[in-house]
């Protein structure tokens, strides 16, 4: 039994999807992508939404509460109405269902086909987790507690982490570096407090990511422009900025919410870089620390150990390179789709 063709679904048109839908189609597998959030119908999108946000600003309902949730044009129900008619329009072999929030519950018991669950995001509702996780054929987690937690509910799970895209994340010969750090992502207190740290180290740090400059506490707005580039940097940008980097700072969006590693350390690694990261239980699976990549287990660490590297007095390019080999024998999005396509060709699904 061959896998011919795949339906996967996320909240967004993030890289992830085209990430997926690359090597899929590389073993011949006819891909269709839904990204949920961006289904909405108009009525919703220009009526029901801003009457919503009035209310909600005004105290009259709770921030979870949609006054149109009866309607069949409402947010939810007009997105699993489109999930049902892309599953009848397209027939596929297989549902890769792409999770972080919930989505497509009364579509996913209704249907008979196949289906892949996979948990991505730190800090879930754990009772809608189990919920939804029920759902599935299979269930992995990119955090091996909630694996351990499923199969001891007996819900088929495995643990699954974060991969990189080879094809995007690649090292560049001979680039110049000419910054010290790279840090990118969304603001957080804790991606905050990290970088802050960093800065005490080096003024030449490269930021990039959304919410900076609004909810900034540590770093005066004159000290965040210095380093602030941009809102968002992906793909080609992403790889030549990343390349340029003596280190890219890696920091969880949530501190020890998850056990889980999240994109930007297999992302980094991939592109040959030298990784500092701080240490989610789940990073100790792939990678070791001073072999890999470099570990910090509190803020306080960050700014001598940016300092060593600096200085000159870590092994930068064998620790470059041992990171790049581990993330390429078996932590790739190639391999991911490889484990997918032969899990439904044994029979192991549905």
């Known amino acids: 039994m061959q896998l011919k063709k795949i339906l996967i679904t996320f909240v967004d048109n993030f890289l992830i999807l085209d990430y997926l839908e690359k ?3 590389v073993l011949g597998i006819e891909v269709d992508v839904y990204a949920t959030n961006n289904s909405g119908h108009w009525l919703h999108r220009y009526v029901f939404k801003k009457i919503n946000k009035l ?10 509460t949609d006054l149109f949730g009866w309607s069949q044009f409402s947010f939810e129900k007009y997105r699993e109405y489109k999930f049902a008619d892309r599953i009848q329009q397209f027939k596929p072999d297989l549902i890769f269902c792409i999770h972080g929030h919930k989505f497509g ?5 209704q249907t008979h086909i196949p289906k892949i669950g996979w948990w ?5 509702n754990i009772e809608t987790l189990i919920r939804y996780a029920r759902l599935f054929d299979l269930y992995l987690s990119y955090d091996s507690e909630i694996v351990e937690m499923l199969n001891n509910l007996q819900i088929r799970s495995e643990y699954q982490s974060h991969v990189a895209s080879t094809s995007d994340f690649y090292p560049i010969p001979e680039i110049a570096k000419d910054i010290d750090v790279l840090f990118y992502g969304a603001w957080s207190p804790w ?3 990290v970088l802050f740290a960093a800065y005490q180290a080096t003024h030449n740090i490269a930021l990039f990511g959304s919410d900076w400059t609004k909810k900034c506490t540590l770093f005066s707005q004159k000290d965040l422009k210095r380093i602030l580039r941009g809102r968002e940097i992906v793909s080609a940008d992403l ?6 980097s003596k280190i890219v700072l890696a920091t969880q969006r949530l501190n020890k919410s998850t056990t889980g590693l999240d994109t930007r350390v297999f992302d980094a690694l991939a592109s040959g870089a030298l990784v500092l990261t701080d240490a989610p239980k789940d990073l100790f699976r792939h990678f070791k620390d001073q072999a890999d990549l470099l570990v910090y287990g509190h803020s306080e660490d960050v700014p001598a150990l940016i300092q060593s590297v600096l200085a000159g007095q870590v092994e930068v390019d064998q620790i470059r390179s041992f990171g790049r080999e581990k993330v390429l024998q078996d932590l790739t999005y190639k391999v991911l789709c490889q484990k997918i396509a032969k899990q439904y060709s044994d029979g192991l699904l549905g």
């Open 239 to 244: 790889n030549e900025v990343i390349g340029r």
């Open 105 to 109: 519950e009364s579509v996913l018991k």
């Open 55 to 64: 209310a909600k600003s005004l105290g009259l309902i709770s921030k979870d």
């Open 23 to 25: 090597e899929f189609k």
């Open 191 to 193: 991606r905050e407090e």
């Open 120 to 124: 991505v995001e730190p800090n879930p």
